[in-house]
């Protein structure tokens, strides 16, 4: 909501209804219009220009072996000037994966975001590890953040 609330055109992707109904939820009582759409990111196809991507734990749905294609597809359907701000949990041998890891999301490799990105200006990246309770269990989670500018 942060950006619809600020007056930009949003459009929310989750493969999960009930994602998307919190978010139609919080649009209304926040008095924002957003746009949602079911979808797959694995197969998500952005039909439009945009110029930011905004992700907070989606990527990490992307099966390794469509990444490349994936981050691809989302560079060349942003403008010039554009923005990708990422989040991605990364494998770290001293942080076991949390005890509510779901089969479907994917460790990224240390670097390997970055990797995606080589010919964008990094305007931000954090590596860091971090305490969380998610799940109602105590453990850890190594992640990478970055902010891209398309250039």
Do not use: C
């Not at 055109?9 to 209304?28: F, I, T, W, Y």
């Not at 469509?66 to 000037?81: D, I, K, S």
């Not at 701000?85 to 779901?102: K, N």
């Amino acid at each position: 909501m942060f950006f619809a609330e600020r007056g930009l055109d949003v459009l929310a992707v989750d493969v999960a209804p009930n994602g998307l109904e919190k978010a139609d939820r919080l649009a209304r009582e926040r008095g924002v219009d957003i746009r949602t759409e079911r979808a797959d990111v694995n197969a998500f196809e952005l039909d439009e220009r945009v110029d930011l991507v905004y992700s907070i734990g989606t990527i990490q749905y992307l099966e390794p072996a469509n990444r490349e294609e994936r981050f691809e597809h989302l560079r060349a359907q942003t403008a010039p000037g554009g923005v990708h701000a990422l989040f991605a949990f990364v494998d770290h041998p001293e942080v076991p994966p949390a005890p509510d890891w779901g089969e479907n999301e994917h460790f990224y490799e240390p670097g390997e975001l970055r990797g995606y990105y080589a010919d964008w200006n990094a305007l931000y990246s954090r590596k860091f590890v971090f305490d969380d309770e998610s799940g109602g269990e105590p453990h850890r989670h190594a992640a990478e953040e970055y902010v891209f500018e398309r250039p």
